[in-house]
């Protein structure tokens, strides 16, 4: 970002304050598309994932424990393009933040939580789908929708409680000059932060994921020979397969998140907790579009997802046999 030296030309985020932060100058035509573009983006993560919500929420045939999953992680997703990018989208345009401190905690809460409660959910989809393809004789037992409402609201708590518990330890720093916020934590939290919200996800998640992956291709394998050989498939072994795609599809969204979210955190901890640059703008912008790439992977390979789009967009919902209408296939 370039500044003005002279000081006639300098502009501060708050000129009534001696402490105020210089404040970057762009050109109206920056301002207008980078505007136009940012704000087209928030709002193209709202509109699909509440696309998402909608569906899972209003049709009964789609509440499944892996679809109350995806609900919660279309929540968080959603509450990405809802508060926490206008928010960001300020801060990154104008270079300065005019909310207060008070508020730039509860940003900086806000914006960790839903960090969290992603990858909280990514961590129980990637378990939904270990016992589904590798247990699917216990799973109708062990995975219960109960079961899994009840798991994703202790999630959501811990992630609060965690994130708060972080936004208190920053309450003793001090800015450079008024009118910034960035994230400056304490090594211990760094530490903290680098066990809880990276090794050991990214460990559970790639390690379930490497023996579904396995254990899916060796049954998609069996069912083929038997297909060829011209036997009889089970119904048992249909839906094995079933599940195994589902458990591959739903891997394409997790290896999207770690790809985009993995970067983002190796900076964070190389520039000693304290993420102000502009490449650490820009990962965390990756972090950010990846809430509205998710509905994306719905779109191209959950056949029910494209379904209830259609009865929304046409406003069919409305009726009564839009429960029934509904063709529901969750390969």
Not at 81 to 99: A, S
């Amino acid at each position: 970002m370039a500044y003005e030296t002279d000081d006639q030309d300098t502009q501060y985020c708050f000129p009534a304050i001696n402490s105020s932060c210089i404040k970057g100058k762009r050109s109206i035509h920056e301002y207008n598309i980078m505007y136009m573009f940012f704000s087209l983006l928030s709002a193209w993560t709202v509109f699909l994932n509440l696309l998402v919500i909608i569906s899972i929420s209003h049709f009964k045939m789609l509440h499944t424990p892996t679809n109350m999953l995806i609900l919660s992680l279309a929540v968080a997703d959603l509450l990405v393009g809802l508060v926490v990018m206008p928010l960001e989208v300020i801060r990154l345009i104008e270079t300065c933040w005019y909310f207060g401190d008070t508020f730039c905690r509860l940003f900086l809460l806000i914006m960790g939580l839903l960090f969290s409660a992603s990858l909280s959910n990514l961590v129980l989809i990637a378990i939904d789908r270990f016992v589904a393809v590798c247990y699917p004789l216990l799973y109708p037992q062990k995975i219960t929708t109960t079961r899994t409402l009840i798991t994703i609201c202790v999630c959501w708590f811990c992630s609060s409680a965690y994130n708060i518990a972080i936004v208190f330890s920053m309450s003793n720093r001090k800015f450079a000059c008024y009118g910034e916020c960035t994230i400056i934590i304490t090594f211990a939290w760094a530490v903290t932060d680098l066990f809880f919200s990276f090794l050991f996800p990214c460990t559970v998640i790639i390690t379930l994921y490497l023996r579904i992956f396995y254990v899916a291709l060796q049954q998609v394998k069996v069912i083929n020979s038997l297909v060829k050989a011209g036997k009889c498939v089970t119904e048992g072994s249909v839906c094995r397969k079933s599940e195994s795609k589902a458990a591959l599809t739903l891997g394409i969204i997790v290896i999207v998140y770690l790809f985009c979210w993995i970067p983002f955190f190796i900076l964070s901890l190389t520039q000693q907790t304290e993420m102000a640059s502009t490449t650490a703008y820009a990962l965390l912008w990756l972090l950010y579009i990846n809430s509205g790439l998710n509905p994306l992977i719905y779109a191209l390979f959950y056949p029910w997802f494209k379904m209830s789009v259609k009865h929304i967009l046409t406003l069919r919902i409305f009726k009564t046999a839009s429960f029934v209408g509904l063709a529901y296939n969750n390969n």
